[in-house]
């Protein structure tokens, strides 16, 4: 785990979570810190704080997936709701708004974990839409292709594709992906910029969607 934050008793007290949990971490003040203990040791899990003294968390966020898959949280200031919006379109995970309880942070950390570890239990592969998902590897192929999911993209077409033809309410997709209930709203704003960004990348024509379909004043299903 890498856990980014220009302040120091932020770091420590989620450090001292992480360890208690047995997750082994590193800590990195600002943008040049992250990037180097990055490159030297690709990490399992960001803990990211947008507000960063040398370089926008957003900016840093948009640099790891430029080149990684690795699953990234968010740290926000409350109210930031643009923040959290344009993160999670950059490809983060997840976010937690400051001030935030540190269980509620391990809560989001050992979700996005298990379900990594739930999928590569369950059916090995899936074929469905032009697309082939595979568990084992956290891949998908579409006509040859291989497709650059984040770990909450894959998560979230598993879930769909696993259900073919079922209408998932944006509430279910959020207790069923992200592993609990959210506050009104925004799970909500959460699921939808992920299903937007899953779309553009399995999707023909993402803006007339034929495998991810909106169900209006329901939610989404996948369509084999």
């Known amino acids: 785990m890498l856990v980014v934050d220009d302040e120091a008793l932020v770091r420590d007290v989620v450090v001292r979570y992480l360890d208690h949990e047995g997750y082994a971490s590193r800590q990195a003040a600002d943008g040049a810190q992250a990037r180097v203990a990055i490159e030297e040791q690709a990490p399992h899990l960001v803990i990211l704080d947008v507000m960063l003294p040398d370089v926008n968390g957003l900016d840093l966020c948009r640099w790891i997936r430029a080149s990684s898959e690795v699953p990234v949280i968010l740290l926000t200031a409350r109210g930031e709701e643009q923040d959290r919006i344009t993160g999670l379109e950059l490809g983060a995970d997840d976010y937690v708004v400051k001030p935030f309880s540190p269980r509620e942070l391990m809560v989001r950390v050992k979700t996005i974990l298990r379900r990594s570890d739930r999928e590569r239990t369950a059916v090995p592969r899936l074929e469905a839409g032009g697309l082939t998902i595979c568990a084992q590897t956290r891949e998908v192929v579409k006509e040859g292709r291989a497709l650059g999911l984040t770990a909450t993209e894959f ?5 769909l594709a696993s259900y073919p033809r079922v209408v998932f309410s944006r509430e279910q997709l959020m207790a069923q992906v992200w592993g609990y209930e959210s506050a009104p709203g925004v799970g909500t704003s959460t699921v939808t910029v992920h299903v937007r960004r899953l779309r553009e990348k399995v999707e023909d024509d993402p803006s007339k969607p034929r495998i991810i379909t909106t169900v209006w004043g329901l ?5 084999p």
């Not at 939610?219 to 369509?223: L, N, T, V, W």
């Open 155 to 159: 998560d979230l077409l598993w879930c």
């Open 219 to 223: 939610g989404y299903r996948f369509e």
